[in-house]
């Protein structure tokens, strides 16, 4: 704390994590040992009070970063806090967030027998490879990571009887920016808090289900081999294309009836604005 106005908080955190599935449910590497995944961070944040106290800034950020992922986040925050009264107040806040891909998202190669679930972390795609399977059609084939990655098709066909391509990208953090207003009143008998938020999406991670054409066998185009049911079905959690939003509001007002009894109304409504891909 530096004075009596300005507060300033830092710190750092260090993890580092070491996969043991024995095998059944993470890709390997090389040495045939799981991966070993570190992750660092950094922190701070400033908190400033103005016009005798009646106005609070608090601005913060971080850094977070895995060793798996090519690049790291930067979350700013930004809040207002107006003290209208000595019970009154009205808060202002506009912040970001992330999600790192977790290990599964990243590492999984998991046999369902009639398909894989497969992470795509961008090393652990370069070393996966299916062995032998059976395609659709019956005949024998295998994949490696690559061959999902760059060949893969949605499961829909086009309008025209054609197969568009998947479009799979390795993983990486799904990230949310966010907005908030609220106001609160709080006495001795009585509370009331109502306050409204907007939360816009992006990158969100989810299992996609894709068909791989085999085109090391019989047919060498996407389109024969697909038509022909030469492909082999696989899940990869990746990142979905769709961006999104979410908004709401609640309240609360909480009331002290006697010194052991006490009411408390709650309301919450939430929304999300979400088309899907047919």
Do not use: C, H
């Not at 830092?10 to 390997?28: D, I, M, P, T, W």
């Amino acid at each position: 704390k530096l004075g009596n106005k300005l507060e300033v908080i830092v710190g750092a955190n260090f993890r580092r994590y070491a996969l043991n599935s024995e095998g059944s449910l993470f890709a390997l590497q090389d040495n045939g040992d799981e991966f070993t995944i570190s992750e660092y961070g950094a922190y701070a944040q400033l908190k400033k009070s103005m016009m005798d106290d009646k106005l609070t800034v608090t601005a913060s950020a971080r850094y977070d970063k895995q060793s798996v992922l090519e690049s790291g986040n930067f979350t700013p925050r930004l809040g207002f806090l107006f003290n209208l009264s000595e019970n009154q107040n009205i808060r202002l806040t506009a912040q970001t967030g992330f999600r790192n891909p977790t290990n599964q998202d990243k590492f999984i190669g998991l046999n369902q027998r009639s398909f894989f679930i497969v992470g795509n972390e961008k090393s652990s795609i370069g070393r996966f490879n299916t062995g032998v399977v059976g395609l659709v059609n019956g005949q024998p084939g295998s994949f490696e990571g690559n061959d999902i990655m760059n060949n893969s098709v949605n499961q829909v066909k086009n309008a025209d009887d054609s197969w568009s391509s998947a479009d799979l990208n390795f993983a990486k953090p799904e990230t949310v920016s966010t907005v908030e207003l609220g106001y609160r009143y709080n006495s001795s008998g009585f509370t009331f808090d109502i306050s409204g938020y907007y939360n816009a999406y992006k990158d969100k991670i989810a299992g996609v289900y894709v068909y791989t054409p085999y085109l090391d066998g019989t047919y060498s185009t996407v389109q024969d081999a697909m038509d022909n049911k030469e492909y082999f079905e696989f899940q990869i959690d990746s990142n979905i294309d769709n961006d999104f939003s979410a908004y709401g509001l609640s309240f609360e007002a909480i009331k002290t009836l006697t010194p052991s009894l006490t009411a408390n109304l709650v309301y919450e409504y939430n929304d999300l604005d979400y088309t899907p891909d047919p």
